[in-house]
């Protein structure tokens, strides 16, 4: 479960940036706050909102880079560079993260330190009393290699002096079936956000959507149940396989999504892909929320409302408060230009962005600004510029 994480040098964020989803003592309980089985106290759903470009997605972009890079960078060819980018004023030097969260019991915390080059500096913490580090790993320029050292990871020291460059030592461990390594590798986050950006709506994703849910019988019937009760104009969501011709006659079979309508003369079955941008928005924005609902994972979701009507954003925010939708207490944290959702949240769940004039972003917590009361109207505030984060028209 997520606790924070922090980055520096990275994209349109210069400075170290931290983004915490903790809260306070002082904050009164609600379906909007979980309790981590560490005892600290976390915010469920955090909303982003400002101008356009002004950084909103690269300030969830680090979360995916780095549940990608440890579960996945083993994957890059060997002479592929890691998929970063550098503020460009500062070019020559390194990008680093830190992501800290709850895991079986303990906090963890994740350090990496790298250029798009090779990794400088990566390590794993385990909090007992305090910090105690599980492995550190650094780059020596003089030997042209990493000095690595472990405390109870369990990855012999000779194949670990193998990994490559551009990849994590999580990521290659769990190759060699280090059982710590292959528990950190599960990804553990669902987002619509890749290394450029917010996955544009396309028949991929919808195809995509229909095999994830083919597979998965229990959260097909929760997708199906909502675009039924959000007035979608659907009555049910079938799922049909269907085989496709191959340029060499072959053919690989796909799932098609189809929608069935009522209509006076009865039921009519529609391809998903003739289906209104809303309504095939609807159905790829579930294909990520269901399955962190069902695992407990975390959600990132760029432009959230995107395709939405805004009164659909809260019965899609209340899946996550609801314990009956989401009995794992999965997160959500996602981008919107909605100011409307400024009314749905707590202080605490609204994260501000800004850029400057040297393209250089920031980002604060609304309950970061001294004077913001529990009871303020967050919306007229917010469109009246007094948080900031607003187009300079």
Known sequence: MLHSYTFSNFQSFRQQTEVSTKVGEKVVASDWIATSPTGDRVNKVMAVMGANGSGKTTLLKPLVFVDWFICHSFGLAPDAPIPLTPHFSAEDEPIEFSVTGDL????????????????????????KERFNYVFVRDWDESLQSYLIKQQDFGFASGEARKVREN???????????????????????????????????????????????????????????????????????????????????????IWLPVGVHQTSAGPRKLNFLLESSGTQGALVLLSHLIPALHQGGLAIIDEFENDLHP???????????????????????????????????HKSQILLV???????????????IEGVRNDDNFYAKYMAGAYGAVPRL
């Open 167 to 253: 990849a994590s030592l999580i990521s290659t461990a769990a190759q060699y079936g280090v059982p710590l390594a292959k528990r950190l590798a599960q990804p553990k986050v669902h987002s619509n956000i890749t290394a450029l950006g917010r996955q544009p709506l396309s028949q991929d994703l919808l195809l995509n959507a229909a095999t994830h849910f083919s597979q998965q019988i229990a959260q097909r019937n929760l997708m199906t149940r909502l675009l039924r009760d959000w007035d979608l104009g659907l009555d049910n969501v079938e799922l049909e396989e269907i085989a496709v011709p191959q340029p060499d006659g072959s053919s690989h079979k």
């Open 311 to 345: 009164h659909m954003l809260e019965p899609i925010l209340g899946l996550f408060a609801s314990p009956v939708t989401n009995p794992e207490n999965a997160r959500l944290l996602f981008t919107c230009h909605s100011a409307e959702v400024l009314n749905l949240l």
């Open 104 to 127: 079986e019991g303990h906090v963890w915390r994740y350090v990496l330190r790298c250029t798009p080059q090779r990794v400088l500096h990566e390590a794993l913490y385990k909090k």
């Open 354 to 368: 800004e850029k400057d004039q040297n393209c250089e972003s920031t980002a604060w917590r609304l309950d970061d």
